[in-house]
T-cell receptor, first 112, second 113 residues
């Protein structure tokens, strides 16, 4: 089946630890995105990548880092510098900027 | 990208049509109207998009007013599985920036038996 996978679905970490969220797609899409969603709110863009080995900051990139070494993978690291990391994280991909985005199932991160 | 306004919540009886409105009075000529929905604790799902003509697919119909300042998403026969938050988004497609979507708070549609 083609699609986007995110793992794990639930993740728990202690404050001060870095944590990496996985996002993999087998849709052969060039562009990939990371969004953050807080309870009752819409999605906010963290980082995006239009092509392998290139990525750009979104609206709320502080405290996060990404890499795009392979077309199918776009991992997100939530660093200890992120003040409020507890949130629902969504990864998306699209063929190109003129097409709709496909979203993964999300990872719910809780930091205590 | 233009801002959109949607009602916070709506109810619909199962089997009836659900009509979800969206205002986008500042929409530009090269901006499309997109609809996504998000079922609780899942990733958003693309529904439909359009520029100025009405559009229909297997999931829904999109009606855009002639002045393009508002639109309505129609789910013709709502089921309990259509209970979700529905997002109306307007954005440029061709020549757009990074291609990301700007999600507001959407409309929470509750389909009741």
């Amino acid at each position: 089946d083609g699609g986007i996978t995110q793992s794990p679905k639930y993740l728990f970490r202690k404050e001060g630890q870095n944590v990496t969220l996985s996002c993999e797609q087998n849709l052969n899409h060039d562009a990939m995105y990371w969004y953050r969603q807080d309870p009752g709110q819409g999605l906010r863009l963290i980082y995006y990548s239009q092509i392998v080995n290139d990525f750009q900051k979104g609206d709320i990139a502080e405290g996060y880092s990404v890499s795009r070494e392979k077309k199918e993978s776009f991992p997100l690291t939530v660093t200890s510098a992120q003040k409020n990391p507890t949130a629902f994280y969504l990864c998306a991909s699209r063929v190109g900027p003129d097409y709709e985005q496909y979203f993964g199932p999300g990872t719910r991160l809780t930091v205590t | 990208d233009a801002k959109t306004t949607q009602p916070t919540s709506m109810d619909c009886a199962e089997g009836r049509a659900a009509n979800l409105p969206c205002n986008h009075s500042t929409i530009s000529g090269n901006e499309y109207v997109y609809w996504y929905r998000q079922i609780h604790s899942q990733g958003p799902q693309y529904i439909i998009h359009g520029l100025k003509n009405n559009e229909t697919n297997e999931m829904a119909s999109l009606i855009i007013t002639e002045d393009r300042k508002s639109s309505t998403l129609i789910l013709p026969h709502a089921t309990l599985r259509d209970t979700a938050v529905y997002y109306c988004i307007v954005r440029v497609i061709y020549g757009g920036s990074q291609g990301n979507l700007i999600f507001g708070k959407g409309t929470k549609l509750s389909v009741k038996p």
